[in-house]
């Protein structure tokens, strides 16, 4: 098989990732690499990323100065990156990580080979549930940049069915080659005395009963992730253990991420509710967890937290938007909840049993990196063909 030499432009990588985009970029280098292929990695200067991927065999990390949470800038910034430190170089395939990329379809490099482009998430479902003034003026210019990037790719990567088919019906790109390859989880191991040491140890941290049901949500804390029905339904659960209406079991919601709507949900959320921050290792809390609880109105089919939860054998509770995968399965791993039904969440939350989560694991199985790579290079293939 062909060594391709591949140009990888991201706007989220690994370590200091911010998302599934991250986790996602790490992963499929990391695969595309062991499979002989060299990476060139277009990414900001943050943290310890040079220090980590220094010495890796077949890839190459060009850092693009931090720009504060500007895409725009950080899509200009790689844009000129690229032609100062790879203009003698001649890339197979250049794979934008999502809108990063732009301005490599609107003045594509002579040197960049075919342009692919990884969709995780339109700008037009997210403008679809903003309530942001700000952001209504703004999504409009975004949409329309996405479209010309879409239409001037020469192939188009799905991470789920779904997404593909609302980007054709938005977008209208029926011509254009395109894919579905679903992202990869790693297993997690662990055995059962490890996860009720763990169940305890962090119960008792925070003071709470040995038998409480925890809650997780992993993830940003922005508008469109609906995190405040959530602590809504949490809410309603903490006021059904008041002393009149006692249940056997305490409840609690544990809430890792970080986002500007942090401050906001911290005033409405009720004593039963957590924020810790963000953590880059969010293992002990899977392992402590009962079920998880995702149910964003925009995410393009895909939650890769939803993913590593399931593979931790949680049980889902997931918004129809976040439930594109086959690991979610109506009354068997879990339950499928409206971003604005607090009280359908709060009554699923009690249905809940041990057997869902086993079901959640078992589906979870059918996810690799490695396959996730292999499709991907086969896509490659696909579009590199005169």
Not at 94 to 113: C, E, M, R, W, Y
Not at 138 to 155: N, S, V
């Amino acid at each position: 098989m062909k060594k391709l030499n591949i140009c990888f432009v991201t706007e989220d990588f690994y370590p200091e990732f911010i998302g599934g985009q991250g986790v996602y970029g790490y992963h499929l280098v990391r695969e595309l690499t062991k499979l002989g292929h060299p990476v060139t990695v277009l990414a900001e200067k943050r943290g310890k990323r040079e220090k980590f991927w220094e010495g890796k065999k077949n890839v190459r990390l060009i850092r693009v100065p931090y720009c504060f949470g500007n895409k725009l800038m950080l899509a200009i910034l790689e844009y000129i990156f690229f032609l100062k430190f790879c203009g003698r170089e001649n890339f197979d395939i250049t794979h934008l990580n999502g809108l990063s990329g732009l301005f490599f379809t609107i003045f594509k490099p002579k040197n960049a080979g075919k342009i692919i482009v990884m969709d995780h998430n339109t700008n037009y479902e997210m403008s679809l549930h903003t309530r942001s003034r700000l952001k209504k003026v703004i999504y409009p210019w975004l949409i329309h940049l996405e479209k010309k990037l879409f239409e001037r790719a020469d192939g188009i990567l799905f991470n789920n069915p779904q997404e593909e088919g609302n980007v054709k019906k938005y977008y209208r790109i029926d011509q254009k080659p395109t894919r579905s390859v679903y992202l990869g989880v790693e297993m997690a191991e662990f055995s059962l005395a490890e996860q009720r040491r763990v169940r305890l140890r962090i119960r008792r941290r925070f003071g709470w009963p040995d038998d409480a049901k925890i809650v997780l949500y992993v993830g940003r804390l922005v508008e469109r992730k609906r995190v405040d029905t959530l602590i809504k339904a949490l809410e309603y659960y903490a006021r059904k253990a008041s002393p009149s209406e006692p249940i056997r079991t305490e409840l609690y919601g544990v809430i890792i991420g970080n986002g500007p709507d942090r401050s906001r949900l911290e005033k409405t959320a009720p004593p039963n509710v957590f924020f810790l921050g963000w953590t880059y290792e969010p293992r002990e809390y899977y392992l402590a967890a009962d079920l998880f609880v995702t149910v964003s109105e925009a995410e393009g089919g895909f939650l890769i937290t939803a993913l590593e939860a399931a593979s931790y054998g949680l049980p889902l509770i997931l918004s129809p938007s976040a439930a594109g995968l086959p690991i979610i399965k109506e009354g068997i791993s879990g339950f499928i909840v409206d971003p604005d039904d607090s009280k359908k969440l709060a009554d699923r939350i009690t249905k809940i049993t041990p057997k869902m989560g086993r079901e959640s694991k078992q589906l979870a199985k059918q996810f690799n990196w490695k396959k996730c790579a292999g499709e991907t290079i086969r896509f490659y293939q696909l579009v590199e063909k005169p």
